[in-house]
């Protein structure tokens, strides 16, 4: 026996969706509002309350369209996913600002580090551990640098977050938990630090206004007046990031 077609479904696939979108509907109990994640591969994922009323997901849908219909284009039309050699002089960039490698011998317990303005890499064990540890090394820098700038946004904002993670989200390049954490994906250190903020920003807003409405893209521009150049510069760079894959 088959799952019940969820009431939301049926009110999206009646909206006016381009008929080459990949798209599905994922219900999850602790949802509270309308989700919409955009895959690598230009792929829509909704993702919805139990009890979500479908007209209202319909209309939320139907009010993101130009938006979405954007982002899925980008999507589709960016270039393969980004791979890093790891031999001396492959380029790796930490906050817009570009660093050659230099690898070092692994000896004396060494990590990665920015010296002189390389990027040293102990001599990994394979080229999977390299491109770890150096992912390891975006997450933890990336922490310490988050971690001071998102107290005096969440002030502005007027949030109080519960915590901050950097890590691996997969496609996404921020979220936000139902407990107040804020999460961005390591990968972001990479763009300018007011296109890393516009991420951090976001997601605050998203604390205290769920959704991608007017009174959340009043909040958003409230906090960054210029919000809307800075999502337009990220769109732009954002094809450019590297995830992790090395060879």
Not at 55 to 69: F, H, I, K, Q
Request: aromatic share 6%; proline share 9%.
């Amino acid at each position: 026996m088959t799952d019940p077609v969820h009431p939301a479904q049926q009110a999206i696939a009646a909206l006016p969706l381009p008929d080459e979108w990949e798209w599905e509907l994922v219900v999850r109990p602790r949802r509270r509002t309308l989700g919409i994640d955009v895959a690598p591969d230009g792929g829509v994922r909704f993702t919805v309350p139990p009890d979500a009323d479908p007209g209202e997901v319909a209309a939320a849908v139907r009010s993101r369209l130009p938006r979405l219909a954007d982002a899925v284009r980008r999507r589709r039309e960016r270039p393969g996913e980004q791979v890093k050699e790891l031999v001396d002089g492959t380029g790796f960039v930490y906050l817009g600002r570009r660093h050659r490698l230099r690898i070092v011998p692994a000896d004396g317990g060494r990590r990665v580090r920015l010296h002189q303005g390389r990027l040293e890499l102990p001599r990994p064990a394979d080229r999977r551990q390299g491109g770890q540890v150096i992912a390891d090394w975006y997450t933890r820098r990336g922490s310490r640098w988050l971690a001071e700038r998102m107290p005096s946004y969440a002030g502005v904002i007027g949030v109080s977050p519960k915590a901050l993670e950097v890590r691996d989200l997969g496609p996404r390049w921020g979220a936000c938990g139902p407990d107040g954490t804020v999460a961005v994906h390591w990968a972001v250190l990479q763009l300018p630090p007011a296109l890393v903020d516009l991420v951090l920003v976001h997601e605050l807003c998203h604390l205290r206004t769920p959704g991608h409405g007017a009174a959340f893209r009043g909040l958003l521009r409230r906090t960054l007046p210029d919000a809307d150049e800075r999502e337009r510069r990220f769109a732009e760079r954002e094809p450019e990031l590297w995830r992790g894959a090395v060879r």
